[in-house]
C-alpha cells in the first residue's frame, strides 16, 4: 500500500527537477548513528521506526527536498505495520473493554461477576486477556481509513473525521465480539464452536461494523467531488466571460527532468551508500571476541552465606545465557536472606543483560510495589530498585541493581548509556544482583534485614572486573572464550 500510495503521489504532483541536495546527509549520518548506537546496546526491535525517515534522507540526498516532501507520507504510512501499538494500547483498551462488557452485562440481567479481567458466569469463566484488547482491530481500522483518506481526500477535516470514525468503529466492533461470545457461552453452556475460535469471528464482526466507515469514505469523496465540479463551472464561466475557453482535455502528466552534473549523483550514491552500510560494518566489528571480560568474584566466607544450587524459597530469578551464582545465610533473629548474582562475561545478540526474558523476580510474583532506595552506611553508598510483592504466598521483599561494563545502576535507559560507553571503551560485561528475604507481619524488619547485610557484604557483592582467575576455567569451559 506504501508503495502504490508513493507511485500515485508521485504521477499525480512531480517534483521539479531532480538533483543530488547535500544537506540530505546531516540527518542521515545522524539517523544511521542513531541506528549503529541501538545496535551496539542491544535494541533491536524500535530499530526498526528509523526506516521511513532512512528512506526519506536517503531521497533527500539523492534527489531533493522537493522529491523526499512528496514521498512523506508514503513514507511515514509504513508506521501502520511497524509501530508497536500493541504496547501503548493494549493495556488501556482492555482496561476500556473490561468496564463497557461489564456495564453492558450488568443491564442485561446477567448473573456475572467481574474480578480483574475475569468474568464469572454460572456456566464457567471468561477471561478478557490482553488479547481481547482490540489493538488489532484498531490498527486494521486505522490503517485502511488512512490509506483512503491520503489516497481520495483532499480536505484536513475530512481526512480526521474519516480515521476517527473507523477508529471508533473498530473499537466497538471488539466490545460487541466480547458481548456477543459471552451471551454465546451462557445459552449454550460453553457448548458452542465459537467459544474455542473466536478469531475468524471477531473479524467478521470488524467486517460488518466497517461497513459505515465505507460509506462515510464514499460520501466525503463525492462531497469533495461536488464542490470540485462547482469550482471548475464557476471557473469555466468566468473565462467564458472573458472570451476565453478551458481547455477541454487535461494535460498529460508531467515527467520530472533531472539535474545537477554526472559527478554530483556519483557522489551522493557513494557517500548514501557508505552511510547505509555503517551499521553493519560497526556491527560485525563488535562482534569480534573481547579480551576484556567481567566476572564474580567470591563472596566473603566472613559473611556467613554459603553457595546452594537452588533457593530453600520459590525464588527464582531469570537471566537466560548467564553464568548464575545463588547464596543462602542467616542473620541476627534468624532472619534468612537468600542472594542471587548473574553475569555476562561478555553480551552478545540472545546473551544480553537487558532482555524482555530476564526477571530478577522470577515467575509467579504478585507485584505490590517497586520504588528506588538508597542504601547508605558503615562505607557503602549504593542506590537499588526495592521489589515488594507475593510469591508461593508469602510476602517477600527483593533488593536487585545492575553493574554494566564495572559501574553500578538501576536505571535502564542510563544503563544502555552506559553500556554503550564500556563497548566504545572495550568492555561488554554486565551484570545483576539481587538480595531477598521473606516478610513477617510487614516489611520493615526485612529492610533492616537487608540494610544490615549490604553493609556487611561491602565489595564482596560487585560483580567486577578484571577477571577472577579461579573463574577463569569455568568461563572457558562454560563457552565464554
Not at 464469572?120 to 481481547?132: M, S
Not at 548464575?324 to 544480553?352: C, H, K, M, N, S
Amino acid at each position: 500500500l506504501s508503495i502504490w500510495m508513493g507511485y500515485r503521489y508521485w504521477r499525480s504532483d512531480p517534483p521539479g527537477p531532480l538533483a543530488p541536495d547535500w544537506r540530505g546527509a546531516v540527518p542521515l549520518a545522524l539517523l544511521v548513528g542513531l541506528l549503529v548506537a541501538m545496535g551496539l546496546v542491544f535494541i533491536d526491535g524500535s530499530r526498526s521506526l528509523l526506516l521511513p525517515p532512512l528512506f526519506l534522507s536517503s531521497v533527500w540526498l539523492l534527489c531533493g527536498v522537493a522529491a523526499a516532501r512528496r514521498l512523506l507520507w508514503p513514507a511515514l504510512f509504513l508506521y501502520f505495520a511497524i509501530f508497536p501499538f500493541s504496547r501503548l494500547f493494549t493495556d488501556p483498551l482492555q482496561s476500556l473493554a473490561i468496564a463497557v462488557v461489564g456495564g453492558a452485562l450488568s443491564i442485561s440481567g446477567f448473573t456475572a461477576y467481574i474480578t480483574g479481567e475475569f468474568v464469572h458466569l454460572p456456566v464457567g469463566v471468561f477471561e478478557i486477556a490482553r488479547g481481547c484488547s482490540g489493538t488489532n482491530f484498531l490498527v486494521a481500522g486505522l490503517a485502511l481509513a488512512s490509506f483512503f483518506a491520503l489516497m481520495y481526500l483532499r480536505r484536513l477535516g475530512h481526512r480526521l473525521l474519516l480515521v476517527g470514525f473507523a477508529g471508533a468503529m473498530a473499537i466497538i466492533s471488539n466490545w460487541v465480539r466480547i458481548y456477543i461470545l459471552i451471551l454465546v457461552g451462557h445459552l449454550t453452556d460453553m457448548q458452542h464452536s465459537l467459544i474455542e475460535d473466536h478469531n475468524t469471528f471477531g473479524w467478521v464482526v470488524f467486517l460488518v461494523f466497517f461497513v459505515p466507515v465505507l460509506l462515510l469514505a464514499r460520501r466525503l469523496e463525492t462531497r469533495e467531488f461536488e464542490a470540485a465540479d462547482v469550482s471548475a463551472t464557476e471557473a469555466e464561466g468566468a473565462m467564458e466571460q472573458g472570451g476565453e475557453f478551458l481547455p477541454s482535455v487535461s494535460p498529460s502528466p508531467k515527467v520530472p527532468r533531472l539535474a545537477g552534473s554526472v559527478w554530483s549523483w556519483l557522489g551522493s550514491a557513494v557517500l548514501a551508500s557508505l552511510l547505509l552500510l555503517m551499521p553493519a560494518l560497526v556491527g560485525w566489528y563488535s562482534s569480534a571476541p573481547s579480551t576484556q571480560k567481567g566476572t564474580l568474584p567470591p563472596l566473603d566466607s566472613a559473611a556467613g552465606v554459603r553457595a546452594v544450587d537452588r533457593f530453600p524459597s520459590a525464588w527464582a530469578p531469570i537471566t537466560l545465557q548467564a553464568v548464575e551464582q545463588r547464596f543462602i545465610g542467616t542473620r541476627a533473629g534468624g532472619a534468612t536472606f537468600e542472594i542471587y548474582r548473574a553475569l555476562y562475561p561478555v553480551q552478545d545478540w540472545g546473551a544480553e543483560l537487558f532482555t524482555s526474558g530476564n526477571s530478577v523476580t522470577g515467575e509467579g510474583w504478585q507485584r505490590l510495589g517497586v520504588r528506588s532506595r538508597e542504601v547508605a552506611g558503615a562505607g557503602l553508598k549504593l542506590q537499588v530498585v526495592e521489589h515488594e510483592g507475593v510469591l508461593a504466598g508469602q510476602r517477600r521483599l527483593i533488593w536487585s541493581w545492575y553493574y554494566v561494563a564495572g559501574t553500578p545502576v538501576v536505571n535502564r535507559q542510563y544503563a544502555r548509556l552506559v553500556q554503550l560507553k564500556g563497548i566504545l571503551a572495550g568492555r561488554r560485561d554486565a551484570g545483576v544482583v539481587a538480595v531477598s528475604v521473606e516478610c513477617e507481619q510487614d516489611c520493615d524488619q526485612a529492610q533492616v534485614t537487608l540494610q544490615g547485610y549490604l553493609e556487611g557484604a561491602g565489595g564482596g557483592l560487585l560483580v567486577s572486573w578484571p577477571l577472577y582467575p579461579p573463574l577463569a576455567e569455568q568461563h572457558r569451559r562454560d563457552g565464554f572464550q
